[in-house]
């Protein structure tokens, strides 16, 4: 067995950082005997600096080297309907067969980690580390914590059938008053959750709540920043409209999902805070083009709201706002052209909002970590001791950014120092 692997490239992209030429990047593998070399990258730089012990390595040659890509914002619900209130009556054992295909397609397009802001993937991402099935690393949060009649609720079903599934394990939670609120994140710590993820306004795919309407007390929305500090864990809030971004952001809140109507106090206080805006555009866009993914309401919601998201989003960019990138892909439906595995259209969806493409390589790698703050593993970058997670690419993403929405043009994926995908071997997904 090999404890070393070796990959020259032509152009290697770091994901922070300046791109460089003839490059070779060393890493650990899976089966590496050092426990502090498995699965890490052992050096990055030119080919020429290479230190003796490493240069008698047969090395693969690509033409460019990146960071395995991080989507910072994606469901695991394993739900083929694009209609949520479905999730009341869907089997979980069946949520994760499909969610096995989901996972196989995100991996496939070189994403090698996803933040998981609500989904099954916080209950079966074990299988994946424990190599049934190949996918990405997973950090989830759970179930999104939503108040009675909010985002996360499912209003055309019985509240008692509501209360039933969350306690049999359905990801989503109410809570309503501090108590409860308190009581939801630790549910959500006890189940392994990496981040904490709560509903600040209503959204589009909720049939009865508006996007603008803000959620929760700033009482409620303290107590949970609060609990999920004490944890050392970041907090991540769905919000669309401009009162609830701004209450979260005051609460303590560090993501802001969707970002949908801010204005200039709400972009202000989010770089006094440092906060992260992930715009989600691929939902909003696809979402737009096809009324038959969605209930009549929502798709009368996102014709508004699209167009809101995207002119918030060239402000925030404009103003230097830290943004990282999420696609919001949720739905396990195949035939459709908004599935798990599209999530690199992201990439072309920010450079068309105003980033530029090396901007946006770090919005969707090095980024990604940073919405999970003090929890963030070492990720997103190709540097020493970091994760070995790397694609080989057959283009540059910095001249041609859309080659990062295309999977067949990202020819290998290592995660954790394993090749999982490589010409000859590629991840087979139906
Ligand atoms: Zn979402």
Redesign the pocket.
Same mark, same amino acid.
């Given at each position: 067995m090999d404890d070393t692997g070796s990959n020259d490239a032509d152009v290697l992209v770091p994901g922070r950082g300046q791109p460089f030429r003839d490059a070779t990047l060393i890493c650990g593998t899976e089966d590496a005997s050092s426990s502090d070399e498995r699965g890490r990258i052992l050096y990055v730089g030119s080919t020429s600096d290479l230190p003796t012990k490493y240069t008698k390595l047969s090395a693969v040659k690509v033409p460019v080297l990146m960071p395995g890509l991080w989507d910072a914002? %994606? !469901?695991y619900f394993g739900e083929a309907e694009p209609n949520l209130d479905h999730l009341a009556i869907l089997r979980p054992a069946l949520a994760g067969m499909r969610a096995a295909r989901d996972v196989a397609a995100t991996l496939n397009a070189g994403y090698t980690s996803v933040r998981e %802001? +609500?989904g099954y993937g916080i209950d079966f991402s074990q299988a994946i580390e424990e190599g049934w099935m190949p996918g990405p690393h997973i950090y989830s949060a759970g179930a999104?914590i939503s108040q009675t009649a909010g985002h996360g609720d499912l209003h055309t079903q019985p509240i008692e059938l509501m209360h039933h599934k969350i306690a049999q394990g359905l990801p989503l939670h109410l809570a309503d008053g501090v108590e409860e609120a308190i009581k939801a994140v630790r549910l959500q710590i006890r189940r392994g959750a990496k981040v904490i993820k709560l509903c600040a306004t209503g959204g589009v795919m909720s049939r009865i709540d508006s996007p603008r309407a803000a959620q929760f007390t700033p009482a409620e929305l303290r107590a949970m920043v609060e609990e999920a500090t004490r944890t050392n864990m970041y907090v991540a809030a769905?919000a669309h409209g401009t009162e609830g971004i701004i209450a979260a952001l005051k609460a303590g809140v560090m993501t802001i999902? !969707?970002g949908s109507y801010l204005t200039k106090e709400a972009i202000g206080l989010m770089k006094e805070k440092g906060a992260i805006l992930v715009a989600?555009r691929l939902?909003q866009v696809s979402g737009i083009r096809h009324p038959e993914n969605m209930a009549e309401e929502s798709y009368r919601k996102i014709l508004t709201v699209e167009r809101a998201n995207k002119k918030s989003y060239q402000e925030a960019i404009q103003a230097g706002v830290k943004c990282a990138l +999420?696609s919001?892909l +949720?739905i396990s439906n195949v035939p459709s052209d908004f599935k798990h595995g599209m999530n690199g259209h992201e990439f072309y969806l920010a450079v068309d909002a105003g980033m530029t493409p090396l901007q946006a390589i770090e919005a969707g790698t090095a980024n990604g970590p940073d919405t999970l703050g003090p929890q963030a593993p070492l990720s997103g970058q190709l540097k020493e001791n970091y994760d070995a997670d790397f694609i080989a690419l057959t283009e540059d993403p910095i001249r041609n950014i859309e080659v990062l929405a295309q999977p067949n043009k990202i020819t290998h994926v290592w995660k954790g120092g394993r090749c999982f995908k490589s010409p000859g071997k590629p991840i087979t997904i139906h």
């Open positions: 914002h %994606v !469901h %802001v +609500g999104p769905h999902e !969707h989600t939902i +999420g919001d +949720g």
